[in-house]
C-alpha cells in the first residue's frame, strides 16, 4: 500500500516555465488537497477536492490550478512559475468518512529562479 | 474551520512529560481537535484526535477542556526523536465540508 505519492521530489525552474507536481493516493480517499510551506508561515492551503470533478480553492490559490478527473490523482499546475513559488509542497488525502485523518506525501520541493 | 492558536516554541527534558497546549475558543459542536507532527522535512504525521473526551493512543494523550475551548495534547516519557513541530487543527471529522487549515504549530525541542 503506497498511501499518497508525490513527484518529483526535487525540481528546479527557470521564472516563467509551466510544470506539474503529481500527487496520486491508492486508499480511494474522497478528500485531496495541496499544502505549501515556507519558512516560519506553517502549511498553508492552496486548493482542495473532496471528489471527481469538484476542486475549490485554499488560503493561497492564486498562480496555482487543479483539476481532479479520477479519485486517485490530484495534480498541481504552475502555469507560469515565479520566485515566489519557491516552496515545499505538501499533497494529503483524507477519506470523507471514518476518522478524518489526514495522509500526507513525503513533499516536493520547488526551486524558481 | 475554527482558528486554533499554539504557543511558537516549548522546550521539554527527554523523559519528562511534554505538555503541549493549544486555544480553539471558537469551535463548533461539530469540529473535532487533531493533533499531527512533522519531523524535520518530512510530511505531518497523524497523532491523535478527539471531541470532547479525553483520548489515549500508543503515542499521545488528549486532554479536551469541558468548554472545549483549549485542549492539551500529552507526550508522556518525551524522547529526542518527539522533537517536531507539533501541529493543533479542528475540523469536522468526515461527511462534510472540507477545507482543513493548518497554523504555525509549536515547535517542540526535546532536550537530552
Known amino acids: 500500500n503506497a498511501g499518497v505519492t508525490q513527484t518529483p521530489k526535487f525540481q528546479v525552474l527557470k521564472t516563467g516555465q509551466s510544470m506539474t507536481l503529481q500527487c496520486a493516493q491508492d486508499?480511494?480517499?474522497?478528500?485531496m488537497s495541496w499544502y505549501r510551506q515556507d519558512p516560519g508561515m506553517g502549511l498553508r492551503l492552496i486548493h482542495y477536492?473532496?471528489?471527481?470533478?469538484?476542486?475549490d480553492q485554499g488560503e493561497v490559490p492564486n498562480g496555482y490550478n487543479v483539476s481532479r478527473s479520477t479519485t486517485e490523482d490530484f495534480p498541481l499546475r504552475l502555469l507560469s512559475a515565479a520566485p515566489s513559488q519557491t516552496s515545499v509542497y505538501f499533497c494529503?488525502?483524507?477519506?470523507?468518512?471514518?476518522?478524518?485523518?489526514?495522509?500526507f506525501g513525503e513533499g516536493s520541493r520547488l526551486t524558481v529562479l | 474551520d475554527a482558528k486554533t492558536t499554539q504557543p511558537t516554541s516549548m522546550d521539554c527534558a527527554e523523559g519528562r512529560a511534554a505538555n503541549l497546549p493549544c486555544n480553539h475558543s471558537?469551535?463548533?459542536?461539530?469540529?473535532?481537535v487533531y493533533w499531527y507532527r512533522q519531523i524535520h522535512s518530512q510530511g505531518p504525521q497523524y497523532i491523535i484526535h478527539?471531541?470532547?473526551n479525553n483520548e489515549t493512543n500508543e503515542m499521545a494523550s488528549l486532554i479536551i477542556t469541558e468548554d472545549r475551548k483549549s485542549s492539551t495534547l500529552i507526550l508522556p516519557h518525551a524522547t529526542l526523536r518527539d522533537t517536531a513541530v507539533y501541529y493543533c487543527?479542528?475540523?469536522?471529522?468526515?461527511?462534510?465540508?472540507?477545507?482543513?487549515?493548518f497554523g504555525i504549530g509549536t515547535k517542540l525541542q526535546v532536550i537530552p
Open positions: 477536492s473532496v471528489g471527481a470533478g469538484i476542486t
Open positions: 487543527i479542528v475540523r469536522v471529522s468526515a461527511g462534510g465540508y472540507q477545507k482543513v487549515t
Open positions: 471558537t469551535i463548533s459542536g461539530n469540529e473535532y
Open positions: 494529503a488525502s483524507s477519506p470523507l468518512r471514518g476518522s478524518g485523518e489526514l495522509f
Open positions: 486508499m480511494n480517499h474522497e478528500y
Open positions: 478527539g471531541l470532547k
